[in-house]
């Protein structure tokens, strides 16, 4: 606190805040105007301790007693991750998940829109697929400096994965969501998150 | 070490076995028979000496200067998460998410099955979805005891994701992996994990 430059945040922290975010949002929803640190708690499964201790982290949210102005912790948070904008969204892999990513219609009030849906196989490319036609790889480069992407998402197969993700930080990509199950190799500034639901279901029959 | 009962080996550990798990696996394919935790740490973006801790919970795997025998750990880590068996996997939800999750070809070698397709709606109900006919959910908890289902992958709209699931813990199911976007209370005995991307994606835009 003392320090003349900002402490990191630590990222465990800062992974928890879109949880928030869609808690209170749910709460909002619910025409509720205002929560706690308890009630957030139950719902998430975090100790509300740490809830607001990790909040304490971005400024003073509520007094004691008074709990938390939902739509103001709203904006703040929304500020915080940078989801008071909209960003635009690639999508690369035309296949059943890449479909289903594109027709997914919870992207839109949470700060994403998929701008292009791009495929490899021209058996894809050119089709309709929800609100896109498929655009070929070989024109993903350019379309994504002109139009200042800054975030994909990867929904091709896992032996292509790498070699597309290289693709993507050389036109510019800054985040990458991996739905490939491997891991891929990205400079340290580049952002990268995976989903891999086979590795969800073998942490959860450890405990079977 | 010492202690009489076992100690508790921590949840964030076992949630890292199966990348580890998938790296190996990885490493195999690409004919590869030891490996190294610097290797794996390389490919992890996870610390060598972390991957040593980790491991070092479950016994001995790798001597000093000769590495890990990729087989031997494979089975070991398989053993421990206990997907040296296959698990019968109910979707519910038949939409363009559950029914990417029913084509998705990557369970099947890692220790699951997708078993059955579940879905509500009349226009649903009787499709052909991949290797499917989708089930009505009037029927799920039927099925769900009978072919003693303990794993669930949930894919309907948030609004209805909580009472799947209570209808899920009732017919037995003792794991819940939960695409909607929302969190669902379960009795402490069930495990429960979620996927929602833009938790990811909000994650990322913080430090763009």
Redesign the interface.
């Known amino acids: 606190m003392s320090s003349l430059s900002t402490p990191a945040i630590p990222d465990i922290v800062?992974?928890r805040?879109?949880?928030y975010?869609?808690?209170l949002t749910?709460l909002r929803q619910e025409g509720k105007l205002v929560t706690s640190s308890h009630e957030l708690g139950r719902?998430?499964?975090i100790s509300s301790a740490q809830i607001r201790k990790d909040l304490s982290h971005f400024g003073g949210f509520g007094k004691q007693g008074t709990g938390y102005q939902i739509e103001f912790l709203i904006e703040r948070l929304q500020a915080?991750?940078?989801?008071n904008q909209e960003?635009m969204?690639a999508v690369i892999g035309a296949g059943?998940?890449g479909?289903?990513?594109s027709?997914?219609r919870?992207?839109q009030d949470?700060?994403?829109r998929i701008a292009h849906l791009f495929d490899i196989s021209p058996d894809k490319v050119g089709q309709r697929i929800g609100a896109f036609v498929v655009l070929p790889v070989s024109e993903m480069r350019e379309t994504i400096r002109k139009d200042d992407i800054?975030?994909a998402?990867l929904a091709v197969p896992?032996e292509h994965a790498q070699t597309v993700a290289d693709q993507l930080v050389e036109a510019g990509v800054?985040?990458i969501?991996n739905y490939a199950?491997?891991?891929i190799?990205v400079p340290g500034t580049i952002?990268i998150?995976?989903?891999?639901?086979?590795?969800?279901?073998?942490?959860?029959?450890?405990?079977?």
């Open positions: 800062i992974g805040l879109p949880l975010l869609r808690a749910r719902r998430l499964d915080v991750l940078q989801v960003w969204v059943n998940l479909s289903a990513i027709h997914y919870g992207f949470r700060g994403f800054k975030i998402m896992a800054k985040a969501l199950p491997i891991n190799n952002q998150q995976y989903i891999d639901p086979v590795t969800h279901l073998q942490h959860m029959t450890y405990y079977l």
